[in-house]
C-alpha cells in the first residue's frame, strides 16, 4: 500500500460575512485518505490533533469507512478514527 492523505478546510458558516475564518465561525474539514498502491490497505488509523484556538463540536465527526474511535465528545482535542 502507498498512503496519501489530504486535509480540506471550508468556510460553512461566515458569520461575520467577511469571506474569512474569523471567530464565531464554522469550518467543515473533509480528510481523503487514498490508496495509491497495489495492495490492499488493512488496520489504517488516522488521528488528527485539533489546533487550541479550534472548537470540535460535539457527534459531529463521520467516516465513510472505518469508526469514529474519538472525537464525537465535548470538548475533544484529537480525532481519530
Do not use: K
Not at 485518505?33 to 488496520?43: D, H, K, L, Y
Amino acid at each position: 500500500p502507498l498512503l496519501q492523505a489530504t486535509m480540506r478546510a471550508t468556510l460553512l458558516i461566515d458569520v461575520d460575512g467577511n469571506s474569512a475564518p474569523s471567530p464565531g465561525d464554522t469550518l467543515l474539514y473533509t480528510v481523503i485518505i487514498r490508496n495509491a498502491g497495489n495492495g490492499a490497505a488493512t488496520g489504517v488509523h488516522f488521528s488528527n490533533a485539533m489546533d487550541v484556538t479550534l472548537r470540535l463540536l460535539a457527534g459531529v465527526v463521520r467516516s465513510s469507512l472505518g469508526s469514529v474511535i474519538r472525537g464525537n465528545e465535548t470538548a475533544e482535542t484529537l480525532i481519530e478514527i
